[in-house]
């Protein structure tokens, strides 16, 4: 296979219009790209930090993380109400939809949703997720968790 | 005895890659033919270095050889015999011996199908580029990811177990393999694309030596995201497929640029043009598995911290700035001898359409880049846990994937140049009309969502475009040859272009996997319900009962079942399964599927105080998305198939470039 010497090619100047409208329209859906990130950022905290910074947050959307306190799954029609805890911190999620496979006493769990404003220490969640965790371990029979899954 | 085999396997191959880079290089500065021919040899020992240890490997799985560290770990005495044979891809240093090993195999074919260019300056360059990726994956085990580690201390009596999630389901034997054959390949392309930048050869010759690569790696890697969607959805118990994880991502990305490439290759092919936007393309997609590498395998994932943990993360990040810079380097080196000789004259050209979707796919990679990687800056810099929520991918992916969509229906039908208004009439009038009926069908059959009602019409568009080709190919056969029945003309047409027809097939799957994923987003219903056994309860107008509550305990795992019967659907039983090793149990559910509806039961929680917790989804079309993947990759192998040489003059004009350069005819070269 013979290969030829590149052809310079010559810019003609009626061009630049169009490339500068390429660019601006790229530069422009950078920005709405970047816009839309921020929109969907979603902070994560472990049940102690969250109430810490309950005030400052809001009703921001962010995930806590924190294990359920034994005994406390309560179902209800649309859902279930259960208390999440971490480093001392316990709060009760208010979760509206389906729970994920192997939600029960002591799961090391994931909320997504936000602080309720009008009941403090509640949480409405609209998303559950089980953090997988190869370290689990069942209450023990006075019903107490063993161990703290965010620690 | 095991452990020193497989690791002095291990130190044969990365001798063997670092001598044989060191030969290939003396020889292009000596100018010696004979020894780059010696050079190209060394590919045997790495293949006999990396078959060996992948086998030493095997053996010491099923040999339960617990002295080794990987085997004690993955793999116990009651786990059964397939899942002792993919226990070998179970963790992350088996994982690289794969990685290795397909790499291997990959070269060699190249060595094999080259072995009459191997004095080629651009083979020679490109073998070094192989070798020294090879290099660094074998050193990598050899150093840091030793998958022939032996215990420390006492010999255990039984081992672990793989990770229950990859012993519960045949597909682990298939995706992962799959997935790397697809990763892995694109180390071809990027070693000739630096090749033809270290030579100056950025002609039309180094595409056409890797197309056929290419388009391997590309169809296994398709065939490979596909079956992790199916995994996902099969294994998992979420009920879905695809959820914007980093892990997922890390696979799309490269397959996102390859495929940008697959597309504007042809650009370059045809009229020239392109030839720094290619070279970045490949570069960039073999930089994205190195990066894909990097994010599933270095525990970065589930948090920065895991880092230090694993030895690996460092090597990869350092070989992933080296093959960067060095792209980018060389083009900007090159970048004056790389100006194209061409230009688009139209924007309704076959070109514009080519640049377009180069725009889209580039910007959906950027998209997906920069939502996987963000958070990970994040935390590194400022030690916050943050996610990018699954709206950011959605609300770009959609808009994307529907520009594409249309995209897939116009742009086969234009033609290269420029299109006047009379031929896109011709061309496409017929199936806009098909796509514009399909839209009022879907809206009076109740389809809701801009972006769903879009999907299917542009489906319709596309298909009738697709079938529109297929036909007019058909027809003017017919013509030439009138001794020809329909079917033995079909047959022949194909034949005489597989790689239009084979193109045209991969997009009749991506129609129908595009199509699948409106329905499964916009038709899918989920309940749950709390039943005692014996109760019944209504989902979406069938009864549910739950029958009763079933205990199976083997060696390899203790499942507790719960079976369920759904009337006019049939009897699930879904499970909750606990391994011995794992404190942890995992839910398996359990699917029937038919062309129209998937029924997904799943037990949410094992039912101990009687009731049970049962959720039932009803899914629509589900079974199209992996029957897509598969046309796709049907349509892959098809555009493999080499073409009957056409007797026929092609009918456009040829850029006066090409006549200068007359590069073989494609099928010709590669075959």
Known sequence: VTEVAPVPATRRPRHRLRYTVIALLCIGAVIWMLMLMQKNVVFFKTVSQAVKAQHSDGSRTMRIGGGVVAKSIQDRNDGVDFQLTEGGQTVTIHHTGTEPQLFRDCAPVVAEGHWDTNTTNTFDSTRLLIKHDNNYEAPTNTGVCPKDPFK | ?671
């Open chain 2, 1 to 671: 005895v095991r452990a020193q085999l497989g690791y002095g396997l291990l130190a044969i191959g990365t001798a063997a890659s670092a001598l044989g880079l060191a030969t290939l290089v003396a020889g292009i500065v000596k100018n010696n033919a004979r020894l780059l021919q010696l050079g190209r040899r060394y590919v045997v020992l790495i293949l006999v270095a990396a078959i060996g240890s992948f086998l030493v490997m095997e053996s010491a799985l099923f040999a339960h050889d617990f002295s080794l560290q990987y085997v004690a770990n993955n793999v116990a005495r009651a786990t059964p015999g397939l899942y002792t044979f993919t226990a070998a891809w179970a963790a992350l240093e088996g994982s690289i011996l794969l990685w290795a090993l397909a790499l291997s195999i990959y070269v060699g074919f190249t060595a094999w199908h080259f072995r009459k260019r191997a004095a080629d300056p651009l083979v020679a360059w490109a073998t070094i580029v192989q070798y020294a990726v090879l290099l660094f994956f074998f050193a990598l085990m050899l150093f840091a990811a030793n998958p022939f580690k032996q215990v420390t201390g006492a010999v255990p009596l039984d081992g672990r177990g793989p990770n229950p999630l990859l012993q519960n389901h045949p597909l682990v034997a298939i995706h992962p393999p799959t997935l790397y054959a697809g990763l892995v390949g694109f180390t071809i392309p990027f070693s000739f694309a630096i090749a033809a930048l270290v030579t100056a050869r950025f002609g039309e010759g180094w595409l056409a030596d890797v197309r056929r690569t290419t388009l391997i790696s590309w169809g296994f890697l398709t065939a490979g995201i596909v079956l992790g969607a199916w995994w996902s959805y099969a294994v998992l118990g979420w009920g879905g497929y695809w959820g914007w994880d980093p892990v997922e991502n890390a696979s799309f990305l490269p397959w996102l640029t390859a495929t940008a490439f697959i597309h504007s290759v042809m650009v370059q092919e045809r009229r020239g043009m392109l030839r720094v936007w290619n070279l970045s393309l490949v570069i960039s997609t073999f930089c994205l598995t190195i990066l894909g590498t990097f994010l599933t395998r270095s525990g970065v994932i589930n948090s920065v911290h895991a880092f230090s943990q694993s030895a690996i993360g460092p090597w990869l990040l350092i070989f992933l700035g080296i093959c960067s810079f060095t792209g980018v380097g060389l083009i900007a080196w090159r970048g004056d001898k790389l100006r194209s000789p061409g230009r688009i004259d139209s924007p309704l050209s076959r070109e514009a359409a080519f640049l377009m979707n180069n725009l889209l796919f580039t910007g959906f990679a950027l998209v997906v880049l920069t939502g996987t990687v963000f958070p990970l800056l994040v935390e590194a810099v400022q030690n916050k846990q943050i996610t990018i929520g699954e709206p950011y991918f959605e609300r770009l992916g959609v808009p994307i994937g529907i520009a594409l969509l249309f995209l897939m229906a116009v742009g086969p039908a234009l033609p290269w140049r420029a299109a006047s208004g009379e031929l896109l009439r011709n061309r496409l009038l017929i199936p806009a009309w098909c796509g514009a009926i399909t839209l009022v069908v879907a809206l009076l059959l109740g389809a809701r969502g801009v972006a769903n009602v879009l999907a299917f019409a542009l489906a319709a568009f596309t298909l009738a475009s697709i079938g529109r080709s297929m036909v007019i190919g058909v027809r003017s056969r017919k013509r030439a040859h009138r001794d020809e029945n329909l079917a033995v003309a079909s047959v022949r047409t194909v034949r005489g272009n597989t790689r239009l027809y084979g193109g045209l097939l991969v997009h009749v799957g991506v129609v129908v996997i595009a199509v699948a994923l409106a329905t499964t987003a916009g038709w899918t219903t989920r309940a749950e319900v709390r039943l005692l056994p014996g109760q019944s309860a209504s989902v979406r107008g069938h009864k549910v009962t739950y029958v009763e509550r079933k205990l199976t305990q083997s060696p390899q795992k203790t499942s507790i079942e719960a079976r369920v019967h759904i009337d006019g659907v049939g009897n699930f039983a879904p499970a909750i399964s606990t391994y011995p090793a794992f404190a942890d149990g995992i839910g398996t559910p359990s699917i029937k599927t038919n062309p129209l509806h998937d029924w997904y039961v799943t037990l949410v929680s094992a039912p101990t105080a009687g009731q049970a917790t049962i959720g039932v989804q009803v899914g629509t079309l589900v079974m199209w998305l992996w029957l897509g993947g598969l046309i796709m990759v049907l349509g892959t192998a098809l555009a493999l198939v080499p073409a009957r040489r056409r007797r026929v003059l092609e009918r456009e004009p040829r850029g006066a470039l090409e006549a200068d350069e007359a590069p073989a005819p494609l099928a010709e070269a590669t075959t």
